[in-house]
């Protein structure tokens, strides 16, 4: 699986659209990327993935650059209940193994 | 529809003592993920289990911890001669034999060891 990057920490105010960025200069041609978060003590939660097209769904959007060497998940309004640790998983979807592996996330804070 | 269900959600064990965590997939899913989270840390995978086979153990500890998924019942995640060090959040996700990628995690078992 590519390695990615990630700020480690961002802030958004409440009510704005939360940006974070993810590198992954690595990818390859059949990798996914995937987003999860971790509200403080809960169990990780799938957002999003996608494969080279930007994709939206009811909690947030995916931007994948036409290189696909980074990608950018958008909250578009921001609350209080967002402010979780993201992470960027870039891995081939295995229909034998979805085992994820997660790196050291952005911890995302929403200031009221 | 209930998630994943994990319990207990805590555990206290006393160092020499043996801990068992129990994981009920969701309704129609056959893979099972066990996932271990040191305090301050990191998410960092254990084994993954599809029923009666482990299919995956490349996380696991070599020694004391172990883990099964019968043909009926929960999977369970087995840490013997627990030690101060295995203090951690414990998650389980499970999956559908086909899947997009998407996991679904339970709300964790968080064993300390006094």
């Known amino acids: 699986d590519a390695k990615t990057t990630q700020p480690p920490s961002m802030d958004c105010a409440e009510g704005r659209a939360a940006n974070l960025p993810c590198n992954h200069s690595?990818?390859?041609?059949?990798?996914?990327v995937y987003w999860y978060r971790q509200i403080h003590s809960q169990g990780p939660q799938y957002i999003i993935h996608?494969?080279?097209n930007n994709e939206t769904n009811e909690m947030a959007s995916l931007i994948i650059t036409e290189d696909r060497k980074s990608s950018t998940l958008i909250l578009p309004h921001a609350t209080l209940r967002d402010t979780a640790v993201y992470y960027c998983i870039v891995r081939v979807p295995n229909f034998g193994n979805e085992k994820l592996t997660f790196g050291t996330g952005t911890r995302l804070t929403i200031i009221p | 529809n209930a998630g994943v269900m994990q319990n207990p959600r805590h555990l206290v064990r006393r160092r020499g003592q043996e801990a068992r965590l129990r994981c009920s997939p969701m309704k129609g899913h056959s893979h099972v993920y066990w996932y271990r989270q040191l305090p301050e840390e990191g998410l960092k995978f254990m084994v993954y289990l599809q029923k009666e086979n482990i299919i995956d153990e490349s996380g696991m500890p070599k020694e004391r911890f172990s883990a099964e998924f019968p043909k009926e019942g929960p999977s369970i995640l087995r840490i013997q001669q627990v030690v101060r060090g295995d203090s951690a959040a414990y998650f389980c996700a499970s999956s559908l034999q086909l899947s997009t990628g998407e996991l679904f995690f339970g709300e964790g078992s968080r064993l300390t060891v006094l």
């Open positions: 996608g494969l080279k």
């Open positions: 690595t990818i390859s041609g059949n990798e996914y």
